[in-house]
Antibody, heavy 122, light 110 residues
């Protein structure tokens, strides 16, 4: 059974750094893209980007390219989403997703993690 | 990349059919048969309902169906049930090898 288990909720101050994680199981981690989707409070879904753990190919939405870093450690089947300097506007739920499909990068998100709530407040 | 356009809300009575539209451009919805639909209940993670315009993953009810014409894709829910009350999002693969979501549609069962 495919599972994506995310790290717990975080409360941070503006300017602090943060790295949240997503541990994958039940499939070959290096053979599928894995990525992140943001949902701000009361708002819709936003695709942030993905990484292919097999070769570290990473793709970002233009909206997030300079804001976050996506990485993966294939030795422990875990993907990460990282900020170097958080802002209040980063407050949101972040979902880890497996992206599959025949096009480059994949075309749909077939498995979702439970979400990690990040709250940034002074 | 702008979000795909969806109606903010759609409602229907128990047992009725409803259709949610998702309009994009010739760089996303119109360019590829890679439109997906997701269902999200309150405080839950989204769930994949339809992929590649019209395909249902194993376990998804036959009452959900998808189609596409030009730059507009559609999700039809037939035999509306109470548990269908949720938010629905479309997404499309884009010419930049990325995904873009719709703004979301709230479905209310009357």
């Amino acid at each position: 059974e495919v599972q994506l288990v995310q790290s717990g909720a975080e409360v941070k101050k503006p300017g602090e750094s943060l790295k949240i994680s997503c541990k994958a199981s039940g499939y070959t981690f290096t053979s599928h893209y894995i990525g992140w989707v943001r949902q701000m409070p009361g708002k819709g879904l936003e695709w942030m980007g993905i990484i292919y753990p097999g070769d570290s190919d990473t793709r970002y939405s233009p909206s997030f390219r300079a804001q976050v870093t996506i990485s993966a450690d294939m030795s422990i089947n875990t993907a990460y989403l990282q900020w170097s300097s958080l802002k209040a506007s980063d407050t949101a739920m972040y979902y880890c997703v497996r992206q599959v499909g025949i096009a480059i990068g994949g075309t749909n998100l077939d498995y979702w993690g439970q979400g990690t709530l990040v709250t940034v407040s002074s | 990349q702008s979000a795909l356009t969806q109606p903010a809300s759609v409602s229907g009575s128990l047992g009725q059919s409803i259709t949610i539209s998702c309009t994009g451009t010739s760089s996303d919805v119109g360019a590829y048969d890679y439109v997906s639909w997701y269902q999200q209940h309150p405080a839950k993670a989204p769930k994949l309902l339809i992929f590649d315009v019209r395909n249902r993953p194993s376990g998804v009810s036959y009452r959900f169906s998808g189609s596409k014409s030009g730059n507009t894709a559609s999700l039809t829910i037939s035999g509306l049930q109470v548990e269908d009350e949720a938010d629905y999002y479309c997404s499309s693969y884009t010419s930049r090898s990325a995904l873009v979501f719709g703004i979301g549609t709230k479905v209310t069962v009357l």
